[in-house]
């Protein structure tokens, strides 16, 4: 069996170079248009990632803008981050058109799959700090203010903060992946990662202290699905790559 790289010939590095400015205005495209889609409605866009907030404010709060540019910016800043979301499949399609050639074929079989679950595992960690922990964190801020202190929140602060929220979230549902990428490369195994799950839980709940505000409830809420998709990459190295599993097979239990 052919396990080489899809290469008929090796490209110089001008030709890399080329290829690599093509595959990058591509997806800077994508992005534009997505963007260009998105700007009529920045302002509503807006709304909706506000009303997690706005539902949990006391009757007659409303967010206010402190600086003069903020209620162009702040819908402007979220619709281009919008947009490169939306568009990350894009992107990565560019970027694994890229690489691809130079993968042998056994690697492109896990690398399809994992390129996927990773966008949708990124999606996913972002509904979840929307639909999930956004109301609760707010809720939670709401009742612990001081008597007679007005909760209004600045937009573009509000912004900065559900961004830092959403890539923490975002990027700790990729634990499954990195777990089955380091299974794959042989750093560690299924078995060892077993053996870490106690160190692995209080990883998990510092990385929710540091990435979170600083409450147990949005700390807790991250913490836990990153120990669950812990587990869960470990279920599915086990599936794909049961040759490095590190588990003893019968007849090696028999000897």
């Not at 404010?57 to 162009?72: H, K, R, T, Y």
């Not at 799959?113 to 999606?123: C, E, I, K, N, R």
Request: glycine share 4%; proline share 7%.
């Amino acid at each position: 069996m052919n396990d080489h790289p899809d290469t008929d010939r090796e490209q110089t590095f001008l030709e890399h170079l080329v290829e690599l400015r093509g595959r990058l205005l591509k997806a800077c495209l994508a992005v534009a248009v997505v963007l260009v889609c998105l700007l009529p409605f920045s302002r509503q866009l807006y709304h909706v990632l506000a009303t997690p907030l706005m539902a949990t404010l006391p009757e007659g709060s409303n967010m206010i803008a402190i600086d003069v540019a903020s209620p162009f910016l702040a819908p402007f800043k979220l619709t281009l981050l919008l947009a490169l979301v939306i568009a990350i499949p894009v992107v990565i399609y560019q970027l694994w058109a890229f690489v691809a050639p130079a993968l042998f074929k056994h690697e492109k079989r896990l690398a399809k799959p994992l390129l996927l679950s990773s966008v949708f595992l990124f999606y996913a960690g972002c509904a979840f700090a929307y639909f999930v922990v956004f109301p609760l964190v707010f809720g939670f801020m709401a009742r612990i203010a001081p008597e007679g202190v007005s909760v209004m929140t600045d937009i573009s602060r509000y912004l900065d903060f559900v961004i830092a929220l959403f890539l923490a979230f975002g990027i700790a549902f990729e634990v499954p992946i990195a777990t089955i990428i380091l299974v794959a490369t042989g750093l560690v195994t299924t078995r060892q990662l077993g053996k870490a799950r106690p160190y692995v839980v209080v990883g998990a709940f510092a990385i929710g202290m540091l990435l979170t505000p600083p409450d147990v409830i949005s700390q807790t809420l991250l913490a836990i699905p990153m120990w669950i998709l812990y587990e869960v990459g470990i279920i599915m190295s086990r599936i794909l790559l049961p040759e490095k599993s590190g588990e003893e097979s019968p007849d090696q239990a028999t000897n």
